[in-house]
């Protein structure tokens, strides 16, 4: 079994739609969770931390949900330029970051 | 812009060659890794170093040959690759500590012929 399970979508929507994005992980001694983007060609590069008691960041929302293994990435106002995969990151413990397999978001005009 | 800087950004080498993919930061991170991705997949965590010490490997084939002379830089040998050993490269770095998100560079885009 996968340590971390996303939908790799894609997910067509368009411009100012909210969209959620899912993350269910494994392990429940993991110690902490991200939401990464990543562009075509790019590197991954941190979105967000998520917390248990939910954080948010402008448009983007994240949730933790420990009882259910389970994380959460809310966009609300989708933009064009968030067209991008994005990856849900599990740190196990001790420095094992585990990616899930990333949701390809696609936002049109 | 990265503040992991990695050396070089294409790399085209044969399969009995030699060659080592440079890794640079200077956030005083003292956690660094080497992840490999291939086309339409996640990273996948190869080496974990911690305080300049292999703490993870990943059951990655012996050709592949990691090295942290210091805790800023990161080396990764080379040597005797297949063509299925292409893919991007990416190194990253964070603190020490589970709390802490990694930062990733550019990456080294590796083709074996």
């Known amino acids: 079994r996968k340590e971390v399970e996303q939908d790799p979508g894609p997910f067509n929507v368009p411009e100012g739609a909210t969209v959620a994005f899912n993350c269910t992980y494994s392990n429940s001694a993991s110690q902490s969770f991200f939401w990464y983007r990543q562009d075509c060609r790019k590197e991954p590069k941190l979105l967000m931390s998520v917390y248990s008691s939910g954080n948010e960041d402008g448009r983007f929302t994240a949730q933790l949900n420990r009882a259910s293994q389970y994380i959460s990435l809310l966009i609300r106002d989708s933009k064009l330029s968030d067209s991008a995969t994005y990856l849900c990151?599990?740190?196990?413990?001790?420095?094992?970051?585990?990616f899930g397999s990333g949701t390809k978001l696609n936002v049109k005009p | 812009d990265t503040e992991v800087t990695q050396t070089p950004k294409h790399l085209v080498m044969g399969m009995t060659n030699k060659k080592s993919l440079k890794c640079e930061q200077h956030?005083?991170?003292?956690?660094m890794y080497w992840y490999k991705q291939k086309a339409k997949k996640p990273p996948e965590l190869m080496f974990v170093y911690s305080y300049e010490k292999l703490s993870i490997n990943e059951s990655v084939p012996s050709r592949f040959s990691p090295e942290c002379p210091n805790s800023s830089l990161l080396n990764l040998h080379l040597h005797a690759l297949q063509p299925e050993d292409s893919a991007l490269y990416l190194c990253?770095?964070?603190?020490?500590?589970?709390?802490?998100?990694?930062?990733f560079g550019q990456g080294t885009r590796l083709t074996v012929v």
């Open positions: 990151v599990v740190n196990l413990n001790f420095n094992k970051f585990y």
């Open positions: 956030m005083g991170h003292r956690a």
């Open positions: 990253a770095s964070s603190q020490e500590g589970t709390t802490f998100s990694a930062f």
